[in-house]
């Protein structure tokens, strides 16, 4: 793939990568950024380079993960000191993204971090990327096996999640609204 193909591909995928990028480090929009703005690095200087062994947007969700994965493991000490005031400044940001989400997606949200991080890669992968089970596996680096089994837990978790909040309000306006993040499970 040359240059032009491969900006092309990079562009045509920015939104649904930088999605994938917020999921790999837990919603923090700045280290989103900066993951996949180094992810974009590694793939135009080389670093990382694409066989065609599966899709392009697998493969770069890949590189985004790994990405993650190694910023995580480089600032792991910083972050234990500056946790608090990065979630401060997650909240505070200003890049027009809707600040006053609905009672529903606040609680579907919360429930959805109280999966186990394979659970919420895989869920997130099939649901908010249009991914296959097979295909994210492969970003996530595990077997088919374990993708669908970290797969069903995750839509298990969620619907006990949801059974146990029925008496909130959570689970009357879910069936109200309709909500397509719900109804997916």
Same mark, same amino acid.
């Given at each position: $793939?040359?240059?032009?193909? *491969? ?10 990568? #930088?999605?994938?990028? *917020? %999921? ?13 703005? $180094?992810?974009?690095? @590694?793939?135009?200087?080389? @670093?990382? &380079? #694409?066989? +065609?062994?599966? &899709? ?9 993960? %790994? /990405? ?11 972050? *234990? +000191? ?8 997650? /909240? ?47 970003? $996530? ?9 970290? #797969?069903?837990? +995750? @839509?298990? %978790? ?12 959570? &689970? &009357? ?10 109804? @997916?499970?």
């Amino acid at each position: $793939m040359d240059e032009i193909e *491969l900006r092309a591909q990079l562009e045509k995928h920015h939104s649904v990568c #930088y999605g994938w990028a *917020l %999921n790999c480090c837990s919603h923090d929009r700045t280290e989103a950024k900066d993951v996949l703005q $180094m992810a974009y690095m @590694k793939v135009l200087e080389g @670093k990382a &380079s #694409y066989k +065609g062994q599966s &899709s392009f947007k697998t493969w770069f969700f890949s590189v985004i993960r %790994n /990405t993650a994965a190694e910023e995580w493991r480089r600032h792991w000490f910083r972050r *234990l +000191g500056l946790a608090k005031f990065a979630q401060e400044q997650v /909240t505070a940001s200003d890049d027009g993204e809707p600040r006053d989400m609905s009672e529903v997606s606040k609680a579907f949200r919360s429930i959805f971090a109280k999966l186990p991080g394979r659970q919420q890669e895989v869920l997130h992968l099939v649901f908010y990327q249009d991914m296959s089970v097979q295909e994210a596996s492969v970003v $996530m680096g595990v077997s088919i096996g374990s993708a669908r089994t970290h #797969y069903e837990r +995750g @839509k298990e %978790n969620m619907r006990k999640f949801l059974r146990h909040t029925g008496t909130e309000a959570l &689970s &009357s306006e879910v069936r109200e609204c309709g909500s397509a993040e719900v109804r @997916k499970f």
